[in-house]
């Protein structure tokens, strides 16, 4: 069965960092890797998908890689902003939807 | 585009109660499915549909029924509400059981 594991499960950043995430799972027969964020009382809503075949992903401040040989994808974050408090989940896909328990970020001002 | 929208919002059972989650989406995805969210377990799936008529179990689908009689529609049953099903539910919606996944607002669930 498909791990994923999220490390750190929280971190706390000043302002104006730049930041990466880690996601690691075991099988690397993965159709898709995608990042989601997640506020407080709400879903999940997704940043960034990246294909098997791709090695990475970006939207403005945000940038996902992905190598499936050694089971790792990162998300960095640049210039981060208190708005960027949130907690991060990544999700593997293989037969079905494999999801990390997430890194809590918390962006000092 | 609504996307993905499920209701109640919120609810309050008392065990041994029955209820239905509603999960509806506008994007003509194929694939649907139900999690459940707990602190410390991350997100955990218990059933899905690859497309209308059919329905498979996830990792934690017993207390739990589906159906998917339409494209856009898959509720979620609780037969016999316990207290262990006190969690926050999730419904999501794909193109395809590999593509990129879209999530609704969730269902808070409390169980007396």
């Known amino acids: 069965k498909q791990e994923v594991t999220q490390i750190p499960a929280a971190l706390s950043v000043p302002e104006g960092e730049n930041l990466v995430l880690n996601c690691s799972f075991t099988?690397?027969?993965?159709?898709?890797l995608q990042w989601f964020r997640q506020d407080p009382g709400k879903g999940l809503t997704s940043l960034l998908l990246?294909?098997?075949?791709?090695r990475e992903q970006t939207s403005g401040r945000l940038n996902a890689s992905l190598d499936k040989s050694s089971g790792r994808s990162t998300l960095y974050i640049a210039a981060s902003q208190p708005g960027d408090s949130a907690t991060y989940l990544c999700a593997a896909s293989g037969n079905q939807f494999y999801f990390g328990t997430g890194t809590s970020l918390t962006v000092i001002p | 585009n609504a996307g993905v929208t499920q209701t109640p919002k919120f609810q309050v059972l008392k065990t041994g109660q029955s209820m239905t989650l509603q999960c509806a989406q506008d994007m003509n995805h194929e694939y649907m499915s139900w999690y459940r969210q707990d602190p410390g377990m991350g997100l955990r799936l218990i059933h899905y549909?690859?497309?209308?008529?059919?329905?498979d179990q996830g990792e934690v689908p017993n207390g739990y029924n589906v159906s998917r009689s339409t494209t856009e529609d898959f509720p979620l049953r609780l037969l016999s509400a316990a207290p262990s099903q006190t969690s926050v539910y999730f419904c999501a919606s794909s193109y395809s059981s590999t593509g990129e996944l879209f999530f609704g607002e969730g269902s808070r669930l409390t169980v007396l």
């Open positions: 099988d690397s027969a993965i159709y898709n």
């Open positions: 549909s690859v497309g209308a008529g059919i329905t």
């Open positions: 990246i294909q098997s075949s791709q």
